[in-house]
């Protein structure tokens, strides 16, 4: 489909805005157009409280990781006075990349020329040049990124007059504090590249009606009671969510046995499964024995890495079974991601067509509606 020149006129989007009863998705270019994801990447992700990781990840001085935020690169760092900071993951003399993956450092070195910054980003060492006049190590440090934390859970921010994090959370904690959420540590993380855009993953797992297709032999096959949508749940934050009851473990394959349930459990958090999504890239399944987390990582117009952790409460990996027990979970996600990868990567092909096809919301896809229109808020004038 043709990709208006006027891009960003309110008017292409008057039925997507319209109510999700009468409503259409975002047009094919939202999802194709390299000038919309350059505005969602100046506008969203740039100002907006972004997740990286978890605290567990870096438990000790010294432990990184790095990640990129819709191309931008951060390093994350627990320094020797055990603060996590975040750093832009680039060089003070001539800007090259410093660290990748994640690990253990004594300094974090650029390997172009060997500038050496110490682990509280602080520049301690330039081979071969030396301080003068003008060129003073304490004037050259890492680049911070505004870092903040709820629980363990770990967000930057690159808007210098961003608001609070406790502010874009809103009632989120408190929503999640029934599964105690300081007692969590990660366990694995598995990165999948997927050929889609970023925002048909997010809509993807807020949409109840594809569990019967793509899910047919995995997801479907678990008891389902009912399932309650955004026009149940009012939130206060960047984040929608709905709620699914259902008999056991959603962690879980059918059949499978798993961890206790979380024992701070209570109503109905101990009959079902809870998914927060926080805006923009950020999709959570709280359930009775474990929390799980996606992370959309775009990386470009039509492609993104997806970021799937599995977390537990830390006494459980003080159990002798805990590897054994832990890799049912794994296999839950192990089986179902690549089915909505696949699924993802359809749309894509889909909406490369040169005719606007897409062009109904159903009353099973109101979160995604809502999505859809938040991401508008963002990016038009």
Not at 5 to 33: G, M
Not at 123 to 144: S, V
Not at 175 to 182: E, H, I, L, T
Request: charge should be negative; glycine fraction near 8%.
């Amino acid at each position: 489909m043709s990709v208006p020149q006027d891009l960003f006129d309110p008017a292409h989007y008057v039925s997507v805005r319209a109510p999700a009863e009468r409503a259409t998705p975002l047009p094919n270019w939202c999802y194709t157009s390299p000038d919309f994801y350059r505005r969602e990447v100046e506008r969203i992700f740039l100002k907006v409280w972004n997740y990286v990781g978890h605290a567990s990840q870096i438990p000790q001085p010294g432990d990184y990781f790095t990640a990129a935020v819709a191309g931008a690169p951060v390093v994350v760092i627990r320094g020797d006075d055990g603060e996590i900071r975040a750093f832009h993951n680039s060089c003070r003399h001539r800007g090259s990349r410093i660290a990748w993956d994640e690990g253990n450092c004594k300094n974090l070195t650029c390997p172009y020329h060997n500038w050496t910054y110490g682990r509280d980003g602080a520049l301690i060492a330039t081979p071969l040049i030396e301080e003068e006049d003008g060129f003073r190590h304490a004037d050259f440090p890492l680049l911070p990124v505004t870092l903040d934390r709820w629980a363990g859970f770990l967000f930057v921010n690159f808007d210098p007059d961003c608001a609070p994090l406790a502010d874009y959370l809103g009632d989120l904690p408190a929503n999640c504090g029934v599964y105690a959420p300081d007692t969590l540590a990660c366990a694995r993380r598995k990165t999948y590249s997927v050929a889609g855009n970023w925002k048909l993953y997010f809509e993807n797992y807020n949409d109840s009606l594809h569990i019967p297709f793509v899910h047919g032999g995995t997801l479907a096959r678990q008891s389902v009671k009912g399932r309650q949508r955004s026009t149940h749940e009012e939130t206060e934050g960047a984040y929608i969510t709905h709620f699914t009851r259902h008999e056991g473990s959603r962690g879980l394959l059918t059949g499978e046995t798993g961890f206790p349930k979380i024992e701070s459990l209570t109503g109905r958090y101990e009959t079902g499964t809870y998914y927060p999504c926080l805006y923009p890239t950020l999709l959570f399944g709280w359930t009775i024995d474990c929390v799980w987390i996606f992370e959309i990582r775009p990386t470009g117009p039509e492609t993104m890495d997806l970021v799937a952790s599995s977390f537990f409460p830390q006494d459980r990996f003080d159990r002798p079974d805990f590897e054994e027990i832990a890799q049912r979970y794994y296999a839950r996600v192990d089986t179902v991601l690549p089915e909505d990868n696949e699924a993802v990567g359809w749309q894509q092909e889909g909406l490369r067509a040169s005719v606007n096809a897409a062009a109904k919301i159903t009353h099973m896809e109101t979160l995604c509606h809502a999505f859809d229109n938040w991401v508008l808020d963002q990016v038009l004038d």
